[in-house]
């Protein structure tokens, strides 16, 4: 029920003279970010969101300085492609912007990733296969850092029960 009065006061704070230059610059970047997961690749856009819109010049806010520099790579054919649909983008600034979204979207939480039973096995063998060298050695480590994450929720798990 809370987002039924939010739309109502947002569609009737639409519809006042006061408001209604900044919900149609809204909608404008709203499309326009449309536009650039349509155009941009598939790979990049799902890491870069629109930063903003004035006077021609468009800015994308990516993850990461990878993924700003292969985009920057593509802002050619990004200009030409936003010209074709209609939005009079005359330049793009690529910017870099860590974090601005919720790491939990891209699936990034506190928590270390755990190697199934499959990938133990498979690096146990390897471990076992490679002369002694820094790379045996990391493994080893690896190996023995996930057997003591798995042995240590084992028993908090008993404990609780």
Same mark, same amino acid.
């Given at each position: ?29 709203t499309a326009m970010h449309q536009a650039f997961v349509k155009i941009a690749p598939p790979q990049l856009a799902q890491r870069c969101v629109s930063g903003g819109f004035s006077e021609g010049n468009l800015t994308i806010c990516a993850d ?9 790579? &593509?802002?050619?054919?990004? /200009? #030409? *492609?936003?010209?074709? =649909? %209609? ?49 045996? &050695?990391?493994?080893?480590? /690896? #190996? *023995?850092?996930?057997? =003591? %994450? ?12």
């Amino acid at each position: 029920m809370t987002a039924r009065k939010i739309n109502f006061y947002l569609g009737a704070m639409r519809l006042t003279p006061e408001h209604q230059r900044l919900f149609s610059h809204a909608d404008l970047l709203t499309a326009m970010h449309q536009a650039f997961v349509k155009i941009a690749p598939p790979q990049l856009a799902q890491r870069c969101v629109s930063g903003g819109f004035s006077e021609g010049n468009l800015t994308i806010c990516a993850d990461n300085g990878a993924i700003a520099a292969k985009l920057r790579q &593509t802002v050619p054919s990004l /200009l #030409l *492609k936003f010209h074709a =649909m %209609g939005y009079e983008v005359t330049a793009i600034r690529i910017t870099v912007q860590a974090n601005y979204r919720n790491n939990r979207a891209h699936g990034i939480s506190g928590k270390k990733p755990k190697i199934g039973p499959a990938g133990m096995e498979s690096l146990n063998d390897l471990a076992m296969e490679l002369p002694q060298s820094p790379l045996k &050695t990391a493994i080893e480590s /690896l #190996l *023995k850092k996930q057997r =003591m %994450g798995r042995s240590g929720r084992n028993h908090s798990d008993s404990d609780t029960q």
